[in-house]
């Protein structure tokens, strides 16, 4: 396969290649991962991922009494739901469903990290804290929620389903790619793969290792 | 074009006020035929939600719902049954849902189409799941807007990133207030010098035709990479772009980039008329001119197309 022509960029076309290859290479070996299914739609990889909540995530999200104490009377009433959403919004394994999606930026030609939950309780979206509590990582809460007005992860309406959803936010992506990879050859495939590994760790979405096994193991 | 004469049409647009005429949804309120309207004259390159805490003491006592347990930024607003996009200026929402779909060949700002009549909610509807726009995710969405506009304009998050968090935060007061000092200081400093800039951040608004499916994005968003000239005849090469060898970029040449089949003339709006700040613009207008004095707040030039009755 070609390699890209403008690393840190990513062009348009080398993206379709680079979605169509990880698809490709998912067929058949999602079993035993917590990747549901991976898809390329025509304008978004859709990856299902479905994530075990387990059982300090109960503590963690009713609100770290460290952190929040004194904070009770603040709390946004989306906050107080948050227990019995989160316990509704599991299914019988104690697990929940997280739709991730990955775009092309226009303006800063690298791939988005786009994330939401299905609709819960009354069509109630997940909040930024509980984005926070529930799917990042303990090891990047602080890197990430120290830039910019709110942090590395902003709310938009979804470019595809123009449906609110989180993203991890690309100002810094080239930067952050250039810094990890001194080669600058790579398929389009590495480049995504080197790039859901540098973005999607920071909201737990790692690639499954089964993927990278060959045939016949 | 002269430079007073950008600066005078850059006051007017900053000074622009539009008139709302806010209702609470007849289904949340108790007794909708009684009820007063909220009415505002408000700044045009401003944003909705920040109305959303005194629209909620205004309608307090005529919700349905117990007002204390409903959160101001659960509000949000639609034009004929329309969501309308929180993270975009009133105006702009002015000139996608009304003025775009008004034949531009008549006086646009037909008296009816004014105030601009919107209906507040409070109750989710499951269909639509909103997101709470509270102050600090509005800010959010503007300044991830202004960075990529700063990125577009130099190649680099370098400018932006130097800008103070208090420079960062009165660019963004500045929309609320009409605020044009503040607003150019901060401007100038992020604007490359003339020949430095990469790339136009252009964005063209096109109203879906009313036809289409109701739950599909209501307005197509169409974005480019737009040099500010264009190669003349037989310069095709990105350095010869860049070295400014060929003719400025117009918003003719542009659209016709952009959207051949809607503008088929580079000079003359045939099928359809660009719109920006409530007005049409001529399809000569120089597109770096226009946007170093008529971008909006957030650094973008957000046109919208109407299409020609």
Redesign the interface.
């Given at each position: 396969m070609a390699t890209l022509d403008a690393f840190p960029s990513i062009t348009e076309s080398e993206f379709v290649k680079a979605c169509r290859a990880l698809e490709m290479r998912s067929l058949d070996r999602l079993d035993g991962t917590d990747w549901t299914s991976i898809r390329w739609s025509g304008d978004e990889l859709v990856i299902k991922q479905r994530r075990r909540v387990n059982d300090g995530d109960r503590e963690v999200c009713n609100g770290n009494p460290k952190e929040e104490d004194g904070d009770e009377e603040n709390m946004?009433?989306?906050e107080e739901a948050c227990h019995d959403t989160l316990v509704r919004g599991r299914d019988d394994f104690g697990a929940l469903t997280i739709d991730f999606s990955i775009t092309l930026s226009?303006?800063?030609c690298v791939p988005v990290l786009w994330f939401s939950c299905p609709?819960i309780v009354?069509?109630?979206?997940f909040?930024?804290d509980q984005v926070y509590r529930i799917l990042v990582p303990l090891a990047f809460q602080q890197s990430l929620r120290s830039v910019?007005?709110?942090g590395g992860i902003?709310?938009?309406?979804h470019p595809v389903s123009?449906?609110?959803a989180f993203f991890v936010?690309p100002?810094?992506t080239?930067e952050a790619l250039s810094a990890l990879c001194t080669d600058k050859s790579l398929t389009p495939e590495r480049y995504l793969i080197l790039w859901l590994g540098l973005i999607g760790s920071s909201v737990g979405l790692h690639i499954p290792s089964k993927l990278f096994e060959t045939d016949g193991s | 074009m002269a430079q007073d004469t950008l600066q005078t049409l850059q006051r007017i647009v900053w000074e622009a006020r539009m008139p709302l005429e806010i209702r609470l949804a007849a289904s949340e309120c108790r007794s909708f035929d009684e009820a007063d309207p909220y009415l505002i004259a408000y700044p045009r390159l401003s944003y909705l939600p920040l109305l959303l805490p005194r629209l909620h003491a205004f309608f307090s006592a005529a919700l349905i719902a117990d007002a204390d347990?409903v959160?101001p930024y659960a509000g949000y607003f639609t034009y004929d049954d329309v969501p309308l996009?929180w993270?975009l200026p009133v105006g702009l929402l002015y000139d996608i849902y009304v003025l775009s779909t008004r034949d531009t060949g008549t006086d646009n700002a037909s008296p009816s189409s004014l105030p601009f009549k919107l209906t507040l909610h409070f109750a989710?509807?499951?269909?639509?799941?909103?997101?709470?726009a509270t102050p600090?995710?509005l800010?959010?969405?503007f300044?991830?807007s202004v960075?990529?506009a700063d990125?577009?304009r130099s190649g680099t998050?370098k400018p932006i990133m130097t800008l103070g968090a208090q420079e960062?935060k009165a660019l963004w007061t500045s929309t609320q207030d009409n605020d044009l000092s503040t607003f150019a200081k901060i401007h100038t400093s992020l604007m490359p010098s003339p020949g430095q800039l990469r790339n136009i951040p252009l964005r063209v608004y096109l109203p879906s035709p009313p036809d289409q499916d109701p739950s599909?994005?209501q307005i197509k968003v169409l974005?480019?990479r737009i040099p500010p000239t264009v190669a003349s005849a037989g310069q095709s090469t990105p350095a010869a772009l860049r070295g400014g060898g060929g003719q400025a970029q117009t918003l003719g040449t542009a659209l016709h980039q952009l959207i051949p089949s809607l503008f088929p003339s580079r000079r003359t709006p045939i099928l359809a008329t660009p719109l920006l700040h409530g007005a049409p613009v001529p399809m000569n207008a120089h597109l770096e001119e226009l946007l170093r004095w008529g971008c909006y707040a957030d650094g973008w030039l957000s046109v919208v197309v109407a299409m020609r009755g």
């Open positions: 946004d009433p989306i226009p303006t800063y609709p009354d069509g109630k979206v909040s930024l910019g007005v709110m902003s709310m938009a309406h123009d449906h609110p936010h100002c810094n080239h | 347990t959160s996009k993270h989710l509807d499951p269909q639509k799941p909103a997101m709470p600090v995710v800010h959010d969405s300044i991830n960075k990529e990125f577009l998050a960062s599909k994005a974005q480019s």
